[in-house]
């Protein structure tokens, strides 16, 4: 009997063991290999004028979101739960907090910082970036799961989903929330704690 | 046994729909809130950051209640007291769109005496157009 219930407990423990986040985004088998789309390499300005790259998100983590400062609907919600994350996990010093602007006409530098002020964020790891075209829009937005397209009939004059992505020190996506859902929001941190305390990461 | 029972049902009826009454008056109000102002002005209109104002000032409320019903209609251009960007407009709400939204807003904060239909035709008429869009 005692043995039975030891091995009910192994193996109990066994399946309960929590499988780490996967990959997100598509994927290629090569030779027996497996690619796992990225997102892309980017040299943007930030609000003060600071240059993010590759270079400056060697290392950390970053969640990323997409937004526009005149925007009525979607984005005020989503840069709550931005601003939640950030306080939740502001005792990690290895994560950056990146939220694009998909509007390249009104949102200029001195705009976004305008924004950032306002938005009373105390970390300097939290970027509002500067896209200046709108072939940059779409092919990082794409490369990050979101829809950020002009459409005149939209609230603001942007039809763009309002995700919340999680990234990994190799660019790979790993999560993602709907950030207007503050449900959806406690998930992904939870998500986000979990990928920062696995051992391989 | 069973007629103080069936009286004291009939009281609590009583007394939970009479306690609904005031909430269930505002209800279209608090959809509308909620539909268009709850996203930057936050569920409790507490505002967001110095983004987007809190509507939770009353005196500053009281003393421009006469100019309410123009800016939630047709928005506001010009910067108040605070507030990054224009707020939109809602052409669309009718005055009693407006006196629904603005004394649900009241009942929950301000608590000043509730619009009446005709007082918002009224503040209607009086909109000055270099403050809206």
């Not at chain 1, 996967?22 to 040299?43: A, C, D, M, W």
């Not at chain 2, 006469?66 to 707020?87: A, N, S, Y």
């Amino acid at each position: 009997m005692k043995l039975f219930i030891i091995f009910f407990l192994t193996i109990v423990l066994v399946a309960c063991k929590e499988k780490s986040l996967p990959i997100l985004g598509h994927r290629q088998e090569i030779n027996g290999q497996t690619f796992y789309s990225k997102v892309p390499t980017f040299q943007l300005f930030d609000q003060d004028s600071l240059v993010i790259d590759s270079n400056s998100l060697a290392g950390y983590y970053h969640i990323a979101c997409f937004f526009f400062s005149s925007c009525p609907t979607i984005c005020p919600k989503v840069m709550r739960s931005m601003k939640h994350l950030e306080n939740e996990l502001k005792n990690r010093n290895d994560i950056q907090y990146l939220c694009f602007s998909i509007d390249h006409k009104r949102d200029s530098i001195p705009r976004l910082k305008e924004y950032y002020q306002r938005l009373g964020i105390e970390s300097k790891q939290f970027h509002l970036l500067h896209l200046p075209n709108q072939s940059d829009v779409k092919s990082i937005s794409e490369k990050y799961m979101s829809t950020a397209l002009e459409d005149p009939d939209a609230p603001g004059g942007f039809d763009h989903s309002g995700w919340i992505l999680l990234v990994d020190k190799d660019r790979h996506l790993r999560a993602y929330a709907n950030g207007t859902d503050e449900q959806e929001v406690k998930r992904l941190l939870k998500d986000i704690k979990k990928l920062m305390n696995e051992k391989t990461n | 046994m069973k007629k103080p029972i069936k009286y004291i049902f009939i009281l609590m009826v009583f007394l939970a729909t009479s306690c609904q009454m005031p909430v269930l008056t505002y209800k279209e109000g608090k959809q509308l809130y909620e539909m268009r102002c709850a996203s930057c002005h936050g569920y409790q209109a507490e505002g967001f950051e110095k983004l987007y104002p809190s509507l939770q000032d009353s005196s500053y409320i009281v003393s421009h209640r006469d100019q309410l019903p123009c800016w939630v209609k047709h928005g506001i251009r010009k910067k108040l007291r605070h507030g990054f960007t224009e707020m939109p407009s809602n052409e669309d709400y009718t005055p009693s769109d407006l006196a629904n939204l603005l004394n649900y807003i009241n009942s929950m904060i301000w608590h000043m005496k509730p619009y009446t239909l005709i007082e918002i035709e009224s503040d209607l008429t009086k909109c000055s157009p270099e403050e809206n869009l």
